[in-house]
């Protein structure tokens, strides 16, 4: 690649930066360096994978906890805990058998008991977990290792959304974790995965520890995506919270780190034209970048409020913010994504190169926007939505919009999306999020694809959309679901559920010396695998 004066300049600047920044790594005591992976992400605030969907919290859960099925490379479900199954001629009973093995990080083993009980806490929050509870007869320990799932009607979709990774991934916890409420956190992290979550070493808003499980028994087929087996090549992971992207960077080019899940995309070049750093892209759908307005306070109660922000967004622009490099973003019209067999191009007019701001000045006018204060939720650990939140609130005051950032690390946001009240009450007008492009093809996991009454964050209504929502999982035939699609895309930009701002892939910036980074259609990826050679 040519390096151009700007990007030289940049280059500079990253390797200033490396030399200026204090060495705050290296103090921490670890293992052997080449047995310890030190990466950059955000702060956990957090700990509960099912109390909430964020990424951070995901990839906790991935480390530390285990599930029944897992994807292979294939995306097809393959038995993870699980080690013998059957389903009944009449697809309404299923049996499930664990595998041997299995233990807790506090050395008691894994039980049904313990499964049952992990099942019915992630139903009430996640969208295929209430689908499978309006579905479900029974759902009952058998013996100390068996238990049954027993269907009022056939849900061919099952094996899918136990080994899914749209979040909250369904993963098993101890039974007296999981039988808390979901909406209340569990206080501990004892897990059965390949790694332990390190309590001791653990320094809340810096740096958190993972060390190798040595009593995980893995699978004995060889590992294929997320399935098969979990082998773990290092000691010790370490997850530093890097808020500073640029100070992520430098820590990166000077060895103090080892990956950085976020890297700046402007610095991209920087990245390629260092010999010791890599871009890797471990999630080739990307994700969509979502707009979610809360449904439930002024303006966006009004559908001309919410459909005035359909024909504000300028898609192209958003992009050259968070991303400038071409390779890596495109404008996404679909709710069921790009990447997926359901992306369509239903009731699409609205999308105009530019935006229309003065269509929307007029929508919003007719939705009788009288100035109340817009709250936008401004995540600055979060370059990507930290940039796209400031051009969102100067195209909203472009147009007259009393628009306000709210600034805050991505903690903060998680905190405060919860709150359905008026923003004079510490409520929000809009929050920007993402999930991956891959998960939006399934209706019935897809956390912003829910209308109804358990909608995610924002809290969108539409009992028309629903109705077409629940046939989803009784239509076999692909042609079938693709027309479906369409009607509910009709009906969803009619209301306006939320708003998307393009599809972006995000590469990982890593040293050459990491290696073996298992490549999934999410956010998250598994510290599995991976190897550090000596550098």
Not at 329 to 344: A, L, Q, R
Request: overall charge neutral.
């Amino acid at each position: 690649m040519a390096i151009s004066r700007r990007n030289l300049i940049k280059m500079s600047m990253a390797a200033g930066a490396a030399l200026s920044s204090p060495s705050i790594l290296r103090a921490q005591t670890t293992p052997s360096d080449a047995r310890t992976v030190r990466l950059a992400w955000g702060d956990i605030t957090v700990f509960d994978p099912i109390f909430t969907t964020t990424d951070p919290t995901q990839a906790h859960g991935l480390a530390i906890y285990d599930t029944l099925f897992a994807l292979d490379s294939a995306l097809k479900p393959q038995p993870q805990m699980v080690g013998k199954w059957g389903v009944s001629d009449d697809k309404r009973t299923y049996t499930f058998e664990l595998r041997d093995g299995l233990a807790w990080h506090d050395g008691t083993p894994v039980t049904a008991a313990d499964c049952v009980a992990s099942i019915r806490r992630w139903a009430q929050v996640a969208p295929g977990g209430q689908l499978l509870m309006e579905r479900a007869k029974d759902i009952s320990r058998k013996d100390h290792k068996s238990f049954t799932i027993t269907l009022k009607e056939p849900l061919g979709i099952l094996l899918d959304m136990l080994g899914g990774v749209a979040a909250p991934v369904a993963f098993m916890m101890r039974e007296k974790d999981a039988g808390r409420p979901a909406t209340e956190q569990v206080t501990t992290s004892i897990g059965s995965g390949p790694f332990k979550f390190n309590e001791a070493l653990a320094k809340p808003g810096a740096s958190y520890t993972y060390d190798r499980n040595e009593k995980y028994v893995s699978r004995g087929e060889p590992s294929d995506g997320l399935a098969g087996a979990k082998i773990v090549k290092v000691d010790r992971v370490i997850w530093n919270n890097i808020a500073d992207q640029q100070t992520a960077l430098a820590a990166l080019q000077t060895g103090e780190i080892d990956l950085q899940t976020y890297a700046p995309a402007d610095l991209y070049p920087v990245i390629e034209n260092d010999p010791n750093l890599a871009l890797q892209v471990l999630n080739k759908s990307g994700n969509d970048l979502c707009l979610r307005m809360n449904h439930l306070q002024k303006p966006f109660d009004n559908v001309k409020a919410r459909q005035a922000m359909l024909h504000l967004i300028d898609q192209e622009a958003f992009l050259r913010v968070t991303a400038p490099d071409p390779r890596f973003g495109h404008p996404v019209t679909s709710i069921f994504g790009n990447s997926t067999p359901y992306s369509n191009d239903e009731n699409t007019g609205w999308f105009k190169k530019g935006g229309d701001p003065e269509k929307a000045k007029q929508l919003f006018k007719e939705a009788g926007y009288a100035g109340e204060k817009v709250v936008i939720l401004d995540p600055t650990s979060w370059a990507q939505a930290h940039a796209a939140s400031q051009l969102l609130a100067a195209t909203l005051q472009k147009i007259g919009i009393n628009a306000e950032l709210a600034p805050s690390d991505w903690g903060g946001v998680v905190a405060r999306r919860a709150n359905k009240g008026p923003v004079e009450s510490g409520g929000w007008s809009i929050f920007i999020t993402d999930d991956p492009d891959y998960v939006q093809g399934d209706p019935n996991t897809a956390v912003f694809l829910n209308a109804g009454d358990n909608a995610w964050f924002g809290w969108p209504k539409s009992e028309e959309y629903e109705a077409l929502r629940a046939k989803w999982p009784d239509i076999a035939s692909l042609e079938e679901r693709k027309a479906l699609a369409r009607q509910m895309q009709r009906v969803w930009w009619d209301f306006v559920g939320d708003v998307r701002l393009g599809q972006i892939v995000s590469p990982i910036a890593r040293r050459k010396t990491l290696t073996g980074l298992i490549e999934v259609p999410a956010i998250f990826f598994p510290f599995w695998n991976m190897q550090k050679a000596a550098g």
